[in-house]
């Protein structure tokens, strides 16, 4: 049975505004052009530069920097709650940072002035994160890190609703993970790049982060709204910024709940990987372990790219979402839970390329999915800020989560526990898409 069978319907004026402002989102009123290539490449190279610099201390450099300060086992749990801690701030400020573009009235557009702002407050923070004499203030720098680099992204990903049309989306959406993926690979290269130096290590995907942003935002066709949304500000629309009905739409509600499953299974690993290395494997040298990362994340990534596109494509041609969400979640969940019987490095590759396949295609599809379930046109960033909370808020429980499961028998070092949790959460991420409806019955009752 396909799930998207509606033709693409043709965009219309928002109805509150006098200014000249389209709404170029999914439903009533979606795009009818195909996108340009100058805001598809500047969207992915723009998610690209922000990835690299954002996944690089989650892959490997915020690691290095906590292992210089404490020494031991310890330093993978304080690892995982500097990352736990800073990720509430990413959290609070993906949503609200979308609400907030979705209320400008700036002649630059909606979009534009929240991530050149943003990329200018992230390079600084960077710098007092490689800089930090403690773990309170690399806590300091990355958590401002988080603030800043989701002041970039919340109005960035939002720009695929703005400006993609529904038979374009999964092709372009694919590009987010394909890109998240690719800045995952070259920050694994910057960490053995600039092992050495600590400031260059933060530094300089910082800054490459903030020109391909820059550039975009004068790429990017951002058309300013005269007036604000009609419901106005105030404390009950702030609230309202982390809040979507889930008995009114459910269909997002469901693929909010899968969301956050299969993230939180994804942070199981990347935030336990660099000392999973080091024990369940048992290579000792940090060096040598950044080189064996970013092999793996190069095998990773590779599979990825190619199964993102071709389930983009597939999913675009054969007009279906779920099926390939849920098969894809699933073979993300067996990859992951074959670490729990690896120990060696060959083996690790092997799994690399398994969850490769099966996340390449998750991500091409189900970002299509998120964005064809949005509950309403018009606050397009501030419900794709709702769902960012579902890859922020894993985040923040998986260094505590994983310390538990860590934890399971005595000590910190029971990793196969660690990743069976990270199957069970993926698999039940597979089966919480289930209940969403087909695009077809949607369109036909009327809403999201």
């Known amino acids: 049975m396909s799930d998207l069978q509606s033709p693409t319907p043709q965009a219309v004026p928002r109805p509150e505004s006098g200014g000249p402002y389209v709404s170029l989102v999914t439903g009533t009123q979606g795009p009818a052009q195909k996108a340009p290539f100058k805001v598809v490449g500047g969207m992915a190279l723009a998610q690209f530069g922000l990835f690299v610099a954002l996944l690089a201390p989650v892959t490997v450099s915020l690691a290095i920097k906590v292992s210089s300060l404490v020494p031991g086992d310890g330093a ?12 509430f701030v990413a959290l609070i400020a993906n949503p609200l940072f979308g ?16 991530m050149f702002g943003g990329s200018i407050g992230f390079v600084a923070a960077l710098a007092v994160l490689a800089l930090a004499p403690s773990v309170p203030i690399v ?9 800043f680099g989701n002041m970039i992204l ?16 999964a092709s372009v959406s694919g590009n987010v993970g394909i890109m998240q993926n690719l800045g995952i690979l070259a920050a694994a290269y910057v960490a053995l790049w600039f092992v050495n ?5 933060f530094v300089v995907p910082g800054v490459f982060a903030a020109l391909t942003v820059i550039l975009y935002c004068f790429l990017l066709p951002d058309k300013a709204i005269t007036e604000k949304p009609s419901e106005g500000g105030g404390a009950k ?11 009114k739409h459910p269909d997002f509600a469901w693929v909010w709940i899968s969301r956050f499953l299969v993230t ?12 999973f290395l080091g024990h369940q494997v048992g290579i000792q040298d940090s060096a040598e372990i950044a080189g064996i990362v970013a092999t793996g994340v190069l095998i990773n990534t590779l599979v990825l790219v190619v199964f993102a596109k071709i389930g983009g494509w597939l999913s675009d041609r054969t007009a279906n979402r779920k099926g390939f969400v849920i098969s894809a979640t699933a073979l993300f969940g067996v990859g992951i839970g074959l670490l729990s019987i690896t120990h060696t490095v060959p083996m690790f590759y092997v799994v690399e390329a398994i969850m490769g396949m099966g996340y390449g295609i998750y991500v091409a599809v189900d970002t299509a999915l998120v964005v064809d379930v949005l ?15 579902a890859n922020a808020l894993p985040q923040s429980l998986a260094g505590g989560i994983g310390a538990l499961l860590l934890g399971i028998g005595g000590g910190l070092t029971n990793y196969p526990a660690l990743f069976i949790g990270a199957l069970v959460f993926a698999m039940l991420g597979a089966a919480t898409i289930i209940p969403v409806r087909s695009t077809a019955k949607r369109h036909a009752e009327g809403h999201n």
């Open 76 to 87: 993978a749990v304080v690892n995982g709650n500097v990352q736990s801690l800073a990720a």
């Open 99 to 114: 609400r907030l573009s979705d209320y400008t009235t700036s002649r630059w557009g909606r979009r534009r002035p929240w």
């Open 139 to 147: 806590f300091a720098g990355w958590a401002f890190a988080q603030l």
């Open 154 to 169: 919340a109005p960035l990903l939002t720009t695929i609703a703005d400006q993609i049309p529904e038979h374009q989306r």
């Open 197 to 201: 130096d600590m400031f260059l290590l």
């Open 237 to 247: 629309v702030f609230l309202m910024t982390f809040w979507v009905n889930p008995l």
């Open 264 to 275: 939180l299974s994804m942070f199981l690993f990347i935030v336990y990987r660099f000392f």
């Open 375 to 389: 509950p309403n046109p018009d606050d397009a960033a501030k419900d794709l800020g709702v769902l960012n909370i």
